[in-house]
């Protein structure tokens, strides 16, 4: 091209989306494309801005599970859980025996209740080409049938356990209020065992679905245990060779503020975005999962290698698998002798609290006085970890699909980011959806 | 004779969205007959539990529709859907409208569901109920009453 030619046309095409639906809670999307190259894109996310950490001020320790269980409706028990670890880990206790295993029981029920929400009611639509499960259970009847049953029986572990479905109200720092009797789990037994049916019957349907051929090689985080598949503590390790006691998160991990965006966005220093969530516990600690687990992985064509965000789909449904057995397992086990808690004593110090959430690592950390009241609260939730995350796989799959109308470009964008199950907040929502399209 | 279900769905921690859990706690008091009371935070699978084989379902939750505070809307669901913009859906993307809709969809809601919505001003995280709210949720309950009497 000589200096005297004119350019040729800029085209550029902005993709808007004011309200992301079947996401939790509430986001937007932004992106910019031009000349067939993506220039930006957004994860604008409206979290209640760190209303819980300045909430939590000057309460007491011992109300942390509680308030914290409010951060979110479909993962309240990892809240719970996380602030009780980190209040335990302040007071210099642990929690051993029955009521560590009743802890993982709940927490059970807690990824089968929401990896059921995402597998049926959020996630398949994309897959299938429905705008939502309603659409989709006219054709589809059984499979959303599946998944209200798979869901309502972690709903039912939450309220035999917890106390009630959602935002449970036995647990405290230290264990339980009250251990159910024996009896009240025979019911669940039989449930459970339906379920695990249920869920390998998912993992099989799951595999059908038409999958984009999309991989990177992330970084990927989450919490490994010697003895089981990680939920309630473990040290912080990476398929990059990170391998650190939880205390250490803040060494190297750290939140990021963007302009457009409510929620902070981590790092790992001097690596960049990361990925938590199903994907990472299951590349890294495949071989902790039961024998029927691995079994109906195999068959599938599942493995530790997989790097492709959509079929995350298929790892919820193996982890749900894995819940019904682990919960059986626990069930099977439990005699309710011991009390149902430990005496937890406010000495002061630092405590520090990170488990596996249905959605990825969620980190606590609270600095409480000798009165046990809470001097500063710090919690980074798993989306707030992944958002950069899923900018990445944005800006990386767009330009393999800018054949596509703005309408299907939209719709695959959106799937991408559901590929995450983002929790963004637990705040009002209205499901509104607005495009706007700029050419010039 | 087919049971009547009063479910009262909201967050009890983020101010009016509670609304529909009060009016149901006001009619645990004096229930009337054949009529079963229940709160729920509003998720498709515990509402279409709660409603499952029920003759008839009237179900109370908190709006955010532009409406003055504490104006109640009236809406019978039983064969047209409810505008999923109306109602403060309390649980990600995903309640009474949906609830409703999935189980039409799967063919299992009860014949006659009615729909009450309390507009409210607050939902704050932590908030109580607004005092402007209080007097609306004793008037849906009037309302409800007066619904399962139907």
């Known amino acids: 091209m000589s200096p005297e030619d004119p350019p040729p046309p800029r085209t550029t095409r902005t993709i808007k989306v004011d309200y992301l639906a079947r996401v939790e809670g509430e986001g937007a999307m932004y992106l910019n494309v031009q000349d067939g190259k993506v220039e930006d894109v957004k994860l604008k996310i409206f979290e209640p801005p760190r209303f819980f950490e300045a909430f939590l001020r000057e309460r007491s320790f011992h109300e942390a599970p509680d308030i914290t269980a409010r951060i979110c409706g479909i993962c309240p028990v990892a809240y719970q859980m996380s602030s009780c670890h980190a209040m335990e880990d302040a007071a210099g206790v642990s929690v051993t025996g029955q009521i560590r295993d009743l802890r993982r029981l709940l927490y059970c029920g807690e990824w089968i209740e929401s990896h059921g929400l995402h597998v049926f009611m959020l996630h398949a639509p994309d897959f299938l080409g429905y705008p939502s499960a309603i659409e989709m259970a006219k054709d589809h009847r059984e499979i959303v049938e599946m998944g209200l049953k798979l869901k309502k029986i972690g709903n039912d572990i939450g309220i035999v356990l917890g106390g009630r479905e959602i935002h449970p109200v036995n647990v405290k720092v230290g264990g339980f209020y009250k251990a159910p009797p024996k009896k009240d789990f025979a019911k669940l037994e039989e449930d459970l065992k339906v379920a695990a049916d249920i869920a390998e019957k998912t993992v099989r349907w799951a595999a059908t679905l038409p999958f984009p051929d999309f991989e990177h090689d992330y970084e990927l985080v989450c919490l490994s245990h010697p003895d089981e598949y990680p939920m309630n503590e473990g040290r912080i390790i990476s398929n990059r060779g990170l391998d650190i006691p939880i205390s250490d998160y803040e060494q190297h991990f750290v939140e990021e503020h963007e302009p457009y965006t409510n929620a902070l966005q981590s790092i790992h220093k001097g690596h960049g975005a990361y990925f938590v969530g199903p994907m990472a516990r299951f590349a890294l600690n495949f071989e902790k999962l039961t024998p029927r687990c691995l079994a109906v992985a195999r068959a599938v064509g599942l493995d530790p290698a997989c790097r492709n965000p959509f079929r995350s789909i298929m790892i919820r449904s193996v982890e749900m698998l894995y819940a019904c057995e682990e919960a059986l397992r626990v069930i099977g086990n439990y005699e309710p002798t011991e009390a149902p808690s430990i005496e937890v004593d406010a000495s002061g110090g630092t405590g520090f609290g990170c488990t596996e959430a249905p959605r990825g690592l969620l980190y606590h950390r609270y600095r409480v006085d000798e009165q046990g009241d809470i001097l500063e609260a710090k919690i980074v939730p798993p989306t707030s970890q992944n958002q950069k995350t899923i900018e990445d796989d944005l800006r990386r799959l767009v330009p393999g699909y800018l054949h596509l109308n703005d309408d299907e470009l939209q719709w695959q964008c959106e799937q991408t980011i559901r590929n995450y199950d983002p929790c963004i907040s637990c705040a009002t929502h209205f499901l509104k959806i607005h495009r706007e399209e700029v050419s010039q | ?150």
């Open chain 2, 1 to 150: 004779m087919s049971r009547t279900v009063v479910i009262g769905v909201g967050n009890p921690m983020r101010g009016d969205d509670a609304a529909g859990r009060q009016v149901a706690r006001l009619l645990a008091k004096g229930c009337p007959a054949g009529v079963t009371i229940h709160e729920s935070t509003g998720t498709p699978d515990s509402l279409m539990d709660l409603w499952k084989d029920a003759g008839a379902a009237v179900l109370v939750d908190a709006s955010q529709s532009g409406n003055q505070p504490g104006d109640i809307e009236r809406f019978d669901v039983s064969t047209e859907p409810l505008p999923t913009s109306y109602l403060h859906c309390s649980t990600h993307a995903f309640g009474v409208a949906e609830a409703v809709e999935l189980a039409r969809s799967l063919g299992t809601l009860p014949p006659r569901v009615i729909v009450f919505g309390i507009e409210g001003i607050s939902f704050e995280h932590g908030a109580e109920l607004s005092d402007e709210i209080e007097e609306a949720v004793h008037r849906a309950a009037d309302l409800v009453k007066a619904e399962c009497q139907k």
